[in-house]
Every structure is written in structure tokens, then in C-alpha cells.
T-cell receptor, first 114, second 113 residues
Framework: QKEVEQNSGPLSVPEGAIASLNCTYS??????FFWYRQYSGKSPELIMS????GDKEDGRFTAQLNKASQYVSLLIRDSQPSDSATYLC??????????????FGKGTHLIIQP | EPEVTQTPSHQVTQMGQEVILRCVPI?????FYWYRQILGQKVEFLVS????????KSEIFDDQFSVERPDGSNFTLKIRSTKLEDSAMYFC???????????FGPGTRLTVT
């Protein structure tokens, strides 16, 4: 049974600071890791993907992956009030032929305080 | 920028009725997915579809559910006999060849009364 764990929060961060979101997963064969942002009542919006150990940066976002520790994180630099949302961690195992449904965590509710 | 679209945005139905939720994936994408999210809960995988057949399905996707790609653009999810517990947001997603990134549509809110 694949499990993805996130602290539900809320995580409150002052505007301009770094927000750090964490996720652990149980299935050691997981290969693909994603961060989605979900505003209330809206659909998940892809923020970052990461597939190999280390850091991946895209603008104000940095994803970090440590497969040995089964840990993936998302850093948001220079946090803005518009970053206030629920951040979903998702993982999958690519088995070929499109058999790669995502397993999601419950999400971390992030609040950026102006 | 290409987007996944879904119709209707909100569907209200009575218990026991059949519903069809419609999705138009991004045009050059080949892999299609349905997920659901019950209010206040996590997003759950239902089914993946590639090359006109189901690739993978979860335990949720029982005989009451079916998927179809009736033409070159639409991808549908049918629930044959809805139950109260089917009330949820249903999201369609798609991805392209050579990428593992799945892009979600805006969702259909299904309310079963």
C-alpha cells in the first residue's frame, strides 16, 4: 500500500520569508515526484516535478529529493500572499503503458501572512 | 497554453441514476486519467487509459465505473448507478508522450442526492 504523508498544517509564514514543505513516502520503488498547488475549490496545478536525488530549481521554487530517506520537499522563496494554498505531494511508479496513477498526500495548508 | 477542459462544472443527480462526466484532454496527449476528491479529503486515483484501453485502475474503480474515448478528443467517465458516497469532485488529467507530468482539468463537482 503506497502512502504519502504530509503535515496538514496550517503552516504560517511571513511574506518574503522561505516556506518549507515536507513529504515522506512509503514505497521505495517510487520514481516520480510532484508538487501540486490547490486553491480552495479548484483543481491541482502542477508546480514542480523531480525524478532524481538532489535539488531542482524553478523560479522561486526548489524541490529537493532524497530517495534513501524517502523524503521530498518544496521550498518557496520570497513567499507572497498569492502562494497561500494547499500544497499536494504526489508520487508514482512508472510501470509503462500509462499505468502510472499518482498517489497523493493530504496536502499542507500554507498561509502567507502579509 | 493548452488546457484540459471538463464538462459540466457541476452535476446534480439522484441516487441510482447514471451520469457521464466529460473531459477533453490536451490535444497531443496520449495518456488520460480520472481522479476524485471527496470534500476535505485527498485526491484519489481512479483509472488510467492509454491506447484505447485501461492501463491501471484502483480499488475504487469498481463495476459501476467505466471509461471511454468515444472520439479523437473526448474522454468520458460513466457511473452507472450513483450512490450518495459518489459525491465528490472528479478531475480528469492527461500527459504527453515522453513526460511524466500530469495536467489536471478544472473538475466536475458531482452531487448525488
Amino acid at each position: 500500500q503506497k502512502e504519502v504523508e504530509q503535515n496538514s498544517g496550517p503552516l504560517s509564514v511571513p511574506e518574503g520569508a522561505i516556506a518549507s514543505l515536507n513529504c515522506t513516502y512509503s514505497d521505495r520503488v517510487s520514481q516520480s515526484f510532484f508538487w501540486y498547488r490547490q486553491y480552495s475549490g479548484k483543481s491541482p496545478e502542477l508546480i514542480m516535478s523531480i525524478y532524481s536525488n538532489g535539488d531542482k530549481e524553478d523560479g522561486r521554487f526548489t524541490a529537493q529529493l532524497n530517495k534513501a530517506s524517502q523524503y521530498v520537499s518544496l521550498l518557496i522563496r520570497d513567499s507572497q500572499p498569492s502562494d497561500s494554498a494547499t500544497y499536494l505531494c504526489a508520487v508514482n511508479v512508472f510501470k509503462g503503458g500509462g499505468a502510472d496513477g499518482l498517489t497523493f498526500g493530504k496536502g499542507t495548508h500554507l498561509i502567507i501572512q502579509p | 497554453e493548452p488546457e484540459v477542459t471538463q464538462t459540466p462544472s457541476h452535476q446534480v443527480t439522484q441516487m441510482g441514476q447514471e451520469v457521464i462526466l466529460r473531459c477533453v484532454p490536451i490535444s497531443n496527449h496520449l495518456y488520460f486519467y480520472w481522479y476524485r476528491q471527496i470534500l476535505g479529503q485527498k485526491v484519489e486515483f481512479l483509472v488510467s487509459f492509454y491506447n484505447n484501453e485501461i492501463s491501471e485502475k484502483s480499488e475504487i474503480f469498481d463495476d459501476q465505473f467505466s471509461v471511454e474515448r468515444p472520439d479523437g478528443s473526448n474522454f468520458t467517465l460513466k457511473i452507472r448507478s450513483t450512490k450518495l458516497e459518489d459525491s465528490a469532485m472528479y478531475f480528469c488529467a492527461s500527459r504527453g508522450q515522453g513526460s511524466y507530468e500530469q495536467y489536471f482539468g478544472p473538475g466536475t463537482r458531482l452531487t448525488v442526492t
